[in-house]
């Protein structure tokens, strides 16, 4: 599929194709950030820090407009310039916890479109990246000055950076950066994320959940001692940093907010880790992890600056993205959803009410795994050396084999919150649904259809020639693009 082809369908005609046919073999969708919507005054933060003044929306002639004003003075108190002698700055402006549609992640970014306006003569051209995930990625064409130019991307093109190995999965929340790095004033209208993507049996099973027939674990704070230190010592036994430390008292169990009388976890932690609930997910009886098809929970964010009581630090009262993190054991143990993932769920629109938030698996950020295996001889015994210690092996699972073995756990252990967590928060209502899945029978069925010429969708329903997406012709399944 080209990006024309993408390009050239309305925002009209995706939104119908997503919304109504909820079980197409191919989905799309747009991702626009409007400038003109945002109200005067909105800031985005530079590459390397929080909301920069120099990167706001501004009131013009055109309407309201993301405007970056490049002037940076150097250590004799005089502007920095570029090559055509213009002020500048070495840095660009970032667009925290972007959170792609729900169900999509970056691997699904057909094109990214950008429509920028410079003031003045670039010495560099226009580049977009992923803070942390990979190097920039350069604009290529020509572009006008004092003039509006639609920039295109294709994500495929993205290199990952050195050493930037934490986020080189498909995470569905992004920290978008662009600009021209030793650049002057530019504007900034919008950008659109172009997605595509094709739908799995899980997403089928995932949006055919019958909460009134299926299984739930669900925490309820309520039968949680309040938290306090008492004579064991411990300010909570059940919730901790997703690192591993807990008997802390910016993590703990109380009432909620003003006038919300029921027990919630209660973070006031402020820095980058989310709450970890020490109790275990036991999987219901007959089921495993993979039979899970929901996690959600109910959260209110303050606009109380956090504090880590460990340092004092506090950070500024802004938005995170809310998460959901699996491990296997506690306080240690591997990432099967790896660090980041947050399952597509953008900041919070309002502080100071509840929200429901909801996460499906089928989202989770799956990694390799590299560890050490005890060896075992034939008939399962390990084996030892010299020193009576257990021989090991180095082995390697791929993202296949880790969601694999994750799929056999009954137990698993799950992170909640923000990431990061700069605001006060209360959470309640954590619930976690399983339900057997269905088998996709269609197809096996319509294999048998032979020499007829007629083409099928993977349900049995006829298809004509400009039908995209997984189709059966002659007993023969391909994907037409």
Known sequence: MTFHSLKSLSALALAGMFAVNAYAETLFEELVIDFTQKEVGFKLNSYWSGPNDNMQVVETE???????NGVTVGEDGTPAVNEAGYPCWNTMTRYENLALPKGFNFSNIQLIELEYKPTQPDNVPFAIQLKQTTDPLYYEGDIVVNEWNTLVFDPTAFTTG??????????????????????????IKSITFYLEKEVTQREKDEAALDKSTAAFIEFNFDNWEVSGEGADGYFSPYLGSNGGSFNRPDMIIDKGPEGYNNNCAHVIYSGWTPIFITEPVIVPEGYTADDLRLVEYDIYETDIPGEDYTNGNSSDARNGAP???????YPWGWHPVGDGTSAGNAQ???VNEWHHIEFRPS???????????????????????????????????????VQQEFNKFTSFY????FFPCNCQTYVDNVKLWFQKGGEDTAVEGIQAV???????????????????GIVIKDGKKFIKK
């Open 323 to 329: 998460l959901i993190r699996i491990k296997d054991v």
């Open 162 to 187: 050195e050493g930037s190995d934490v986020y080189t999965g498909t995470p569905s929340v992004l920290d978008f950066c662009m600009g021209a790095n030793g650049s002057s004033n530019y504007y």
């Open 414 to 417: 799950i992170s909640i919150g």
């Open 363 to 401: 989202a989770f950020e799956w990694k390799e795994r590299d560890f050490k295996e005890n060896v075992v001889d034939e008939n399962g015994e390990p084996v030892l050396d010299d020193n009576g210690e257990n021989v090991q092996k180095d082995t390697h699972w791929d993202v296949d084999k």
């Open 62 to 68: 055109e309407g309201n407009l993301l405007f970056i």
């Open 450 to 468: 032979k020499g007829n010429g007629i083409m099928y969708n993977i349900y049995g329903q006829p298809v004509n020639e400009n039908y995209r």
């Open 348 to 350: 919070l629109p309002s």
